[in-house]
């Protein structure tokens, strides 16, 4: 990003998707770690996807 590079919007959108995934799939279990997992995966989703944008 710092380069300008022509692919961070799509590394960014990569990330997005992928920190997404992960806060679904820990959102699903009741265990705080995992609860802790979701939220810090959906604050990194919703960062990534806005850059992406």
Not at 21 to 44: L, P, Y
């Amino acid at each position: 990003m710092a380069q300008n590079s022509e692919y961070a919007k799509d590394i960014c959108q990569l990330c997005a998707d992928i920190c997404q995934k992960c806060a679904d799939e820990c959102a699903k279990h009741d265990a705080d770690h995992c609860q802790a997992c979701a939220q810090a995966c959906q604050q990194c989703a919703n960062a990534c996807a806005s850059i992406a944008a």
